[in-house]
């Protein structure tokens, strides 16, 4: 079964760093695009960040210079390291899985997790 | 930066048809995706590439996009169809994907 489960919310400090964990199983995460999104309460989807195929990694402006995603193959895991938390960061974190048709450049979010809670506050 | 717009909230009575819609700038050759969120629930994919369903979606939830608005249609709305509902599309002037604002779609 495709299945993706996040892990390492909590409740923070601002200024403070925090790693979710995003374990995938029943496909391999170095093959898709595997994407961060977040949403705050009572607000929308807002996605966070992107790692390709490839390696590569791509961030939403309000998240770019404090948050990191990678991934780790033999843990079939993808990660998000958080540093210099904000309050504006509480949110539950959702990791999806990207796929494309065969030729197709635009990508879909076909697999979600259950999301992790992270809250911001002192 | 680019966005798309979305009516805050849609309502419509069982058995009638539901359009949600997303509007942008400029969709050109970018297709939009939509997901369903129901309460206390992760999103699920419903329509990818403007009007493609995945298996276990209904035939009575459809997609199209002409010019620079996209829609999602549900027909013969059931009480199970409840949910906030987004819009979503890759960004090429960005390189960033973007998620409209949602509509929560109320069954009267």
């Known amino acids: 079964e495709v299945q993706l489960v996040e892990t390492g919310g909590g409740l923070i400090q601002p200024g403070g760093s925090l790693r979710l964990s995003c374990a995938a199983s029943?496909?391999?995460?170095?093959?898709?695009?595997m994407s961060w999104v977040r949403q705050a309460p009572g607000k929308g989807l807002e996605w966070v960040s992107l790692?390709?195929?490839?390696?590569?990694?791509n961030y939403a402006d309000s998240v770019k210079g404090r948050f990191t995603i990678s991934r780790d193959n033999s843990k079939n895991t993808i990660y998000l390291q958080m540093n210099g938390l904000r309050i504006e960061d509480t949110a539950v974190y959702y990791c999806a899985r990207g796929s494309s048709r065969s030729g197709y450049f635009y990508y879909y979010l076909d697999v979600w997790g259950k999301g992790t809670t992270v809250t911001v506050s002192s | 930066s680019y966005v798309l717009t979305q009516p805050p909230s849609v309502s419509v009575a069982p058995g009638m048809t539901a359009r949600i819609t997303c509007g942008g700038d400029?969709?050109?050759?970018?297709?939009v995706h939509w997901y369903r969120q129901r309460p206390g629930q992760a999103p699920i994919l419903v329509i990818y590439y403007d009007s493609d369903r995945p298996s276990g979606i209904p035939e009575r939830v459809s997609g199209s996009k002409s010019g620079n608005t996209a829609t999602l249609i549900i027909n013969r709305v059931e009480a199970g169809d409840e949910a906030d509902y987004y819009c979503h599309m890759w960004d090429t002037s960005s390189d960033h994907w973007l998620f409209g604002g949602g509509t929560k779609l109320t069954v009267l």
């Open positions: 029943g496909f391999v995460v170095s093959s898709k695009y």
């Open positions: 790692m390709y195929a490839g390696g590569g990694t």
């Open positions: 400029k969709f050109g050759l970018q297709t």
